[in-house]
Nanobody, 117 residues
């Protein structure tokens, strides 16, 4: 059973910042495209950002210019730096690892991010 472990969520005021972290087993992390998804109450889970094992990144339009995804290959850790947070960023944020070729997905347990107005 592959376990992805997220940390760093919490409560912050509008305009504040948070940094999420996701730790993954090394054999998975090194070959996977890593991503962050989020799910707000009553809404479908949506992609926030992803980063390939080569370092190529992609962001949802709603977070471009505010969020930065990165990966530390030495520590098998992915980060999401979230700045200028808005109430609409409130959601449970999930870490995802997608294996190449098979497309197999692994998920973390989720971490709550709440932005107060």
């Amino acid at each position: 059973q592959v376990q992805l472990v997220e940390s760093g969520g919490g409560l912050v005021q509008t305009g504040g910042s948070l940094r999420l972290s996701c730790a993954s087993p090394g054999n998975i992390f090194s070959i996977s495209t890593m991503g962050w998804y989020r799910q707000a109450p009553g809404k479908q889970r949506e992609l926030v950002a992803y980063i390939t094992n080569a370092g190529r990144t992609n962001y949802a339009d709603s977070v471009k210019g505010r969020f930065t995804i990165s990966r530390d290959n030495a520590k098998n850790t992915m980060l999401l730096q979230m700045n200028s947070l808005k109430p609409e960023d409130t959601a449970v944020y999930y870490c995802n690892a997608q294996l190449p070729n098979s497309g197999t997905n692994y998920w973390g347990q989720g971490t709550q991010v709440t932005v107060s107005s």
